[in-house]
């Protein structure tokens, strides 16, 4: 057994999880009426109700008795002053200061400066003044990928209107998705925001070439392309060699990673269509969650609750699948953003100290918008052979219009939340298919199939309304967790080295496709796979 | 031990299992050279690759003696016959015979003259006859929802191109999506095609009433709203009572199931949109894979293999979560695609008996397009504490546009799937830090946090092109999967009984929201959460 497991706090749980794990989510509510008083709490405009997990008042008590003793809240205070929390590469993890949190100084007056030139450039989009044909700018094309992509993305699904300068977001390498991003674009109407860390990453960097030879090709000659083009980079002295004016380079601080970015001038693209004010609220949502984050007593605090209850179903109830159910059209990228932040932060097997941590670490996050989903995997959910845990996350308030589907959206939502918790047994089952009306031969033969289980560990996270605050808080609300898991497992949440041997491949891989280097040295299923690659490509390439 | 893993096919798996699972796929490249040989196998335009799984050719043969074992062949046949092997609902499943394949004659015909049908409706909307106003149909609004939205949305998406008729697709019952659907819509130019089995699935009916509110507050006063309604459904009468005229009404009979109708008149959308020749294509493509499923050697099958590989991962090498990796951003929607068929069809624990499958069923089926997945999860799928096995798709041809950017998707896809499989172990990696110039103490203290313990099981599926065909064939491959994991897991793929509970206690909590019904009764949580809905609900109505 691992030290991690042997530790006081580990053991106390492990023993503790033997005598909870029978029980039955039902059994808890009964036994204890008022779960859902202690289980439920606010802050920063959103409630978190944990009361439909697997857990009692003392398992709580224990996991924070485990973030005591991993020292949740000197490694909290750490990442705030602007220590290097990212050990393997010898980086603080900023975020917080970019929405006026934390004591990192040093990196909120940079952040400042540069805030406010690009607040100033969003302003002069909007106000028509910056286009060089004089033409509203119509269009804009934010080219970026993971980290510089999922977060506008989201947000602007979350909170944009139609009304709006149209966005298109480029992240794949397949030419498809510029394709689509270009149809129908006015050239002299459209910006490029090229968004990347390094300004080197070959899918950013390829579709922003691409990009400016449609633009060369399309504009007038004696326009100018690169006067449309924006960067939002590390590297300013490679986006300047790309050709783009200096004023227009945005830089992001080396102590803001891609997943953690949003907040930056990587929200360049969300101030132009949300606005300056819009974007100034999502900041102090989140930085009001930051306020509570460090200062609220671990058992009600709302970051740290979610990431013990996360810890408990992944560790100690042995659950590996997570889904993320956003009730919620606007939050459909939602589980696709978490799924980031979530598995490449903490998708990890080796401790800081380079030890192999034996415990699990980040489950698989997936999930889909209610009530959307419920009719693709919630069959899964319901009975398979899994169990998986659930957040489900309600904006109590819909739009205006159409107020009818809006209350059958949150019942849905409320419904499922009830359904996966608490089940139907095989007595009630029967009953029900009695009241249908079916013969005592069928009721025999149908009610294990239509028996449900429950005691699914549901999560649910409401807010009255989705608007820029509360997705500032609600994204920093996970961000927070994540930070928080990743203290409890001893990973370093803020690096991602299972990126770069994949990486180092390709280069060979396409040198191999492209004529440009040996098939020979690649194992037999991947010489067949290049040489398919070869024949095709031949085959186009002749028919051209 | 359940007489499921006792018995003789079950026991042997076992037994190999752990002689096998020590071993990296890595040794077993070495031991067997020509793995890739007997591991490769093309039919139907498409080409699987299983040698870079934890299998060895005996592997293969235990694993086909499982699938005889559960006379898999006569299952195939009773499918294919038109029998009843949905029990639990006494149907039969007859998408095969949708494309022409199988021995259901009488599903045939039916379906024979309601296809003659909707394909001609389809012409006489290219043909610009239909609308009442002599105005181009510039516009369609798919309403529907699970197997009556995924299907066409997947294929719109992947073959749909700028120059068709616009689609937009309206699942959700939150109103966002109808909204952004009809944003900007010509009234008289748009047609709605409502697609719902039964005709009253809650989502779809409250969209079309609300569309159809629209229409008719939109609509010239001498226009029928009516006329541009169009119904697919087992539910004529219904259908005709919400006001569409008989001859745009288009049946889909009872044996065919949501997650498995694309090929029927529920994808009268993509005649229209891609016209009947590629709708053809398309169901030619997978008749070709269904004649190959029934007629080739279970061990030179390819959704035999594809199952066979899957039940190995699942149940012997104990891997719960599974990755969909399309190198395509044309099939972007193919994990939620698969996710609906798979975890649908296959996230059940109770036999076709009504016996408890005490074995593992549908792992959890997620992912994304590369190269954008990469930027994302992917640090997670190298260096997780959990193993997930893979489905790399690779379409090999790209546009004729921008072939340097399909040579590095390609390059990708290609380079992922080996990094997976062999990944590089701490020698290597000291030995690659050491090139980049680290110093020892440096190197010392990253090569844990840069090994890459590979082995992860990935499969290759790849095809010239995306196109009508082979598209039409990889879904027929992944439904034929389904039905041959159903059959190895002795479990009914074809009902969704775990769909009922959350739906039933929605009307509960819908009345309680509404003030229609009580409030009381529910557990103390879900009691919270509707009366916040309740006042949110007050409040909205009150600003109003």
Chains 1, 2 share one sequence.
């Not at 089940?423 to 029967?430: D, F, L």
Request: proline share 4%.
């Amino acid at each position: 057994m691992s030290d991690f497991r042997k530790s006081k706090a580990w053991s106390a749980l492990a023993a503790h999880a033997k005598k909870l794990a029978p029980q039955h989510i039902k059994d808890l509510f009964k036994e204890d009426p008022d779960r859902s008083d202690w289980g439920t709490i606010t802050a920063a405009g959103l409630t978190l109700d944990i009361s439909k997990n697997r857990v009692t008042r003392q398992t709580i008590d224990l996991l924070s008795a485990l973030a005591t003793e991993k020292e949740l809240a000197a490694e909290r205070e750490r990442m705030s002053a602007g220590d290097q929390v990212n050990g393997t590469e010898a980086r603080a993890a900023l975020h917080m200061a970019l929405r006026g949190e934390g004591a990192a100084s040093a990196a909120i007056t940079q952040s400042g400066e540069v805030k406010a030139r690009f607040l100033d450039y969003a302003r002069s989009i909007n106000s028509d003044n910056s286009s060089q044909t004089h033409k509203h700018i119509d269009r804009i094309i934010h080219i970026g990928i993971g980290g510089s992509d999922l977060g506008p993305r989201l947000v602007q699904a979350a909170l944009g209107t139609a009304d709006q300068i149209q966005v298109h977001f480029v992240a794949n390498i397949d030419p498809h998705e510029l394709n689509e991003a270009l149809d129908g674009a006015d050239p002299a109407a459209t910006i490029f925001i090229v968004v990347s860390k390094s300004f080197t990453t070959q899918e950013t960097i390829e579709n922003a070439k691409s990009a400016k030879a449609w633009l060369e090709a399309n504009l007038p000659a004696a326009r100018n392309a690169n006067k449309q083009f924006v960067a939002v980079t590390e590297n300013t002295k490679a986006a300047a060699s790309f050709g783009i004016i200096p004023d227009r380079i945005f830089p992001f601080g080396g102590g803001v990673g891609g997943r953690f970015s949003v907040w930056s001038s990587v929200g360049l693209t969300l101030a132009i269509t949300l606005g300056e004010d819009a974007f100034n609220h999502f900041l102090s949502g989140a930085a009001e969650m930051d306020r509570h984050f460090l200062d609220a007593p671990l058992e009600r605090n709302l970051p740290v609750l979610l990431a013990l209850v996360g810890v408990w179903n992944r560790n100690f109830l042995g659950i590996g699948s997570h889904a993320v159910l956003p009730y919620s059209q606007r939050l459909a990228l939602l589980p696709s953003y978490l799924q980031q932040l979530e598995m490449e932060s903490n998708g990890k097997s080796v401790r800081r100290n380079g030890h192999l941590a034996d415990v699990e670490t980040a489950p698989t996050i997936w999930g889909a918008a209610g009530t959307t989903g419920q009719h693709a995997f919630y069959q899964w959910l319901h009975q398979g052979a899994d169990l998986a845990s659930c957040d489900v996350i309600l904006p109590l308030g819909g739009p205006d219009q159409y107020q009818h589907h809006q209350d059958i959206l949150l019942a849905n939502g409320i419904a499922q939340a009830e359904a996966l918790a608490f089940g139907r047994n095989r007595q009630a089952t029967e009953a029900a298919l009695a009241e249908e009306g079916l013969s005592e031969a069928k009721i025999a033969r149908l009610a294990p199939h239509r028996t449900f289980q429950g005691n699914r560990p549901v999560t649910v996270i409401s807010m009255d309304r989705l608007e820029p605050k509360t997705l500032g808080a609600l994204i920093a609300l996970y961000e927070h967790k994540v930070f928080t898991q990743g203290i409890l497992w001893d990973i370093n949440s803020f690096d991602q080295w299972g990126v770069e041997l994949g990486k180092n491949l390709a280069g060979g891989v396409l040198k191999a496709i492209t004529g440009d280097g040996p098939v020979e040295g690649f194992d037999p299923s991947t010489r067949r796979l290049i040489n398919a690659a070869r024949q095709t490509r031949t085959k186009t390439t002749r028919e051209d």
